[in-house]
């Protein structure tokens, strides 16, 4: 329960805080407006690392495979991606189309085993939700 809960709470959070970003965007530019977003982002983290955590930095280098230590890069690229899909689509259509497009990826991560998870077989039913998920966005667009 609590799972779903946090699941809620982060796809409420992504809301508002693409709405928050594409706003900085319309004063700040694109780039900033990121870079400003990671920054922040950094500074909580480090800021709860030094309060909670205070793993040591050099088990970053433990990390295995190396290119999972790509996250951030990734998650600069999610930025801008989520600030120009709002500013083009809106903030619900995005969400939307951002939401089954994360559901399709990570159902294939799953089927496929890729990055280290666990492989998991082929299930009819949630193929037919993905495409009950999909049917709903063209819906929605409609």
Do not use: D, H
Request: one cysteine or more.
């Amino acid at each position: 329960m609590v799972g779903f809960l946090i699941a809620i709470l982060s796809g409420a959070l992504m809301s508002v805080q693409g709405v928050f970003n594409t706003q900085v965007t319309k004063t700040a530019g694109m780039w900033l407006a990121a870079a400003f977003v990671q920054f922040t982002a950094l500074v909580v983290c480090v800021a709860a690392w030094l309060i909670k955590e205070r793993t040591p930095v050099t088990s970053l280098f433990l990390v295995q495979p190396k290119y999972m230590l790509l996250g951030g890069v990734i998650g600069a690229f999610i930025t801008i991606t989520v600030i120009k899909a709002m500013e083009f689509l809106g903030p619900a259509k995005a969400v939307m189309f951002i939401v089954v497009s994360q559901l399709l990826v990570a159902y294939v991560i799953e089927l496929f085993g890729m990055f280290g998870v666990e492989k998991q077989p082929l299930e009819w039913r949630r193929v037919l939700g993905m495409a009950i998920a999909i049917a709903g966005v063209i819906l929605f667009k409609w």
